[in-house]
Each structure stands twice: as C-alpha cells, then as structure tokens.
C-alpha cells in the first residue's frame, strides 16, 4: 500500500483491520528505566496515543480503540489517577483543532459518570465537536472493563425479561450475536486486532467479548516506544493470518470474498 507521502507500506489496503484495539502498556516500566516519575510515562504515552490515530487513520483503519484507564485503575495511588485524569483533560482540549482537520471522530467506551466533572466536561465537548469526522473513529476506553460491560448487558436482559419486553421464547433462542446488541459495544465494529505493547501477553479485561475471535499481537516495545515502523509490523502480521472463525482452512478458502 501506498501512502500519500509516498512511503510504501508492507501490507494491501484491502488486508488491513477494520477495528484495532491497543492495550497500551510499560509507561512505568519506561519512566523507572530512566528515573522519571510514573506520569511523566503517561505524557510520553499519550503523545504516541495521539500519533497511532493517525497511522491507523493513514492505513484505512475504521476504528482504534485504545485502553486509557480501566475499571481496575481506579486502585493505583491517587496522585497518579489525579494526573492520568488531568492528562487527558489537557490531550483532548489541545487536540481538538488537530481531531477536527483530520476527520477524527472520538468516541467512549466505558462509564463515565464515574469520571471527575472536568474531564467529563472536556470529553463530551470533544465528543460533539468532533461528531461529523468520517475519515476514522478514535474509540477512547475510559473507566472500562470487559467482565462489567457483559454484567451490564447480563442485568439489561435480566431486565426486560422481567418487564416482560422479552418472552421466554425469545429467550430460549437467543444467540451471541442478540446479546451483541446489549453490550456497550452494539454501534462498534468487531475487535478485529488486538495490540499489546509492555512484554506482557495478556488481555486484562479489555475488549472480551469480541476477543473470542480477534487476532492477538504482542510487542515488547514499552509504549511511550511504541512507533510507525512497529504498527505497520504489526498490521503486516495481521494481514498475513488466516481468520477462520471456527471452520476449517480449505471452507475459508473456497468461501467467495465479500
Ligand atoms: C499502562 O501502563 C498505561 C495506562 C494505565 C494508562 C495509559 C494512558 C495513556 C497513555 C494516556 C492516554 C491519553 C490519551 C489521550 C489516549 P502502566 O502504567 O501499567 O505501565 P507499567 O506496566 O510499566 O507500570
């Protein structure tokens, strides 16, 4: 593929993920290997965060989720939730213009009622100034967890069956794709590639339903690290995979492309 600069690049467009989601992770191990405090691994990071929208945007990617604060950080010492919070407050206000020109649209995943009002105030305003961006869709996981975006959907449907919106008949049939459409998820394109960076191969938590069949691609770069060259690694990677979805090599083969 070629982009607009001229540079070539390992991979087809017709090849490339649709959705990519980044677990971005070693911002701490990066700042200790060089005797910096904690946060200021997040600045770094958070300038590569801004960086890889645009790679995946340049790439024909048509979302990137990337994993900012989980259900589970709230635990970390206070004055680094203090500073992540304030961080992002700060990204998205001097990004804005930046997200406009682009064609970014930004968008959440994740709870954000339990967000400090500043940040909630700077990531709504974001969220309707960018509303109209059509070139690629920055999905910002904020206060998100996978097992309590599946408990929310479990309660919603414990709901409506309780108030009757939905039979027993229904319930009876009821498949994945159905419960789909009540996770935070339903308006999202499927995780088609799910990057880690940090040496570190797990998924904590992030993106699990859609991880049953997402391909996985792990870096041992630390994310303030984390580069062009090494996306584009990664997307080669992914184009190179066969995705079979359960069924065998030869039926994936023979299947007419869409
Ligand atoms: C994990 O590294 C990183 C986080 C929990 C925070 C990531 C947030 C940012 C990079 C800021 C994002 C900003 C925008 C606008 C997207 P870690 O702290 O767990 O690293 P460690 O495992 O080395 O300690």
Redesign the pocket.
């Known amino acids: 593929m070629l982009l607009g600069n001229g540079t070539s690049l390992p991979f087809t467009k017709d090849n490339v993920p649709s959705h990519v989601a980044v677990i971005?992770?070693?911002?701490?191990?990066w700042a200790r290997s060089r005797n910096l405090p904690?946060l200021e691994?997040?600045r770094r990071?958070?300038d590569v965060?801004r960086n890889i929208v645009e790679w995946a945007a340049d790439a024909h990617i048509r979302q990137i989720s990337?994993y900012?604060?989980s259900t589970e950080?709230w635990e970390r010492p206070q004055d680094e939730v203090n500073g992540?919070m304030a961080?992002?407050a700060t990204?998205?206000t001097a990004q804005l213009g930046n997200m406009r020109k682009k064609g970014v649209r930004l968008r959440i995943l994740g709870d954000m009622s339990a967000l400090p009002t500043i940040t909630r105030t700077v990531i709504q305003r974001t969220v309707a100034a960018t509303a109209e961006g059509e070139r690629i869709d920055f999905i910002?996981c904020l206060n998100y967890g996978g097992q309590q975006e599946i408990v929310d959907a479990a309660r919603t449907l414990a709901r409506q069956f309780h108030e009757g919106s939905i039979t027993e008949e229904a319930l009876d049939s009821f498949r994945p794709e159905d419960f789909r459409r009540l996770l935070w998820r339903d308006t999202l394109l499927p995780v088609d590639l799910l990057i880690r960076t940090?040496g570190e191969c797990r998924i904590s938590n992030f993106h699990l339903w859609d991880a049953a069949y997402a391909e996985l691609y792990f870096s041992d770069l630390f994310?303030p690290d984390y580069n062009k060259e090494a996306f584009y690694q990664a997307i080669a990677a992914y184009s190179e995979r066969e995705r079979r979805f359960g069924l065998t090599s030869a039926q994936i083969k023979s299947k007419p492309s869409p």
Do not use: E, V
């Open positions: 971005m992770d070693g911002n701490g191990r904690r691994g997040h990071g958070a965060a990337l900012a604060f950080n992540l961080l992002l990204i998205l910002l940090g994310w």
